[in-house]
């Protein structure tokens, strides 16, 4: 059965996040300690006792996400666990970048931390908003930011093409206000605002984009092990095309569903999803429902999982 390992990204970090795994898996410990040692702030205090309010500052959220999705990743090679492909929500995309062995953890850490640190000064200042729009299809969406930027002459565009019918706009807070009435006024079933700092995978962004290209001149990137699907094209890519795509992710639309429809038509059959959090899975519901998802997120999910796995390899199931 080909699998993807798929990443959560920003959002799906909660309070806690890590610790039974931290406690059960002394290979997930050893990476949570090592990349603990990368950053300059006490990361495992963190990810299992926050406070809440500084786990989401984009500038802890990006590298504690990126260190725990590590070390499961690790656990499962251990197990001598692989996948046929990996893929990744926006942060996840590293992480996912991680498991095909193109970055190791020192890179990891390293480029989310500057990468979260690059986003939050882009925003800096800036009255945004992010909003979920429910019911309508992409193209609606889309023409609908068009319309609003027409009125208020500043920026919002789709950020996220999530699932089928759940589409993410971002921007500038008036222009979002606009695109909001609007979208209700075509028929959407509702638009919910998102908690978060900026306007994400938008042009606003070009500032933090440009400082990652930068960066990036001076990382190593190794061979694609594995495809990795981006989220700028909602596909696989060529190795000396990495770059400039996660260059362009942080200021354009999370291609979320061409990247699951893609998965699907080469063959995927089994999301696993490492979180923390089970987002992506609906997003796979939604958009493919034929796709087998699992999700570890939990001590208990990684053991249920392993356990499993053993039995397919001796046969068992």
Known sequence: MKAVWMYAGQGAQRVGMGKDLYEKFPVFASVIDRADSMVSFDLKKMMFEGPAEDLSRTAFTQPCLAAFAAGVTEVLRQQDLHPDFTAGLSLGEYSALYAADVLDLASLMDLTAFRGKAMDRAGSGL?????????????????????????????????????????????????????????????????????????????LMRPAADALAEKLTAVELRPMKMPVVFNAVGETADQEQIPELLRLQVMSGVRMVQSIRWLREHGAERVVEIGPGHVLSGFVHRTEPELETVVLDTAEDLETYLSGSADRAAGRT
């Open 127 to 203: 009255q945004t908003k992010m909003c979920a729009v429910l019911g309508l299809d992409a193209d609606t969406v889309t023409e609908v930011c068009r319309q609003a930027e027409k009125d208020t002459g500043e920026t919002v565009e789709v950020s996220n093409y999530n699932a089928v019918g759940q589409n993410v706009i971002s921007g500038m807070a008036a222009a979002v206000e606009a695109a909001k009435k609007k979208a209700m006024e075509a028929g959407a079933r509702k638009c919910m605002d998102l908690k978060v700092s900026s306007a994400f995978h938008t042009s």
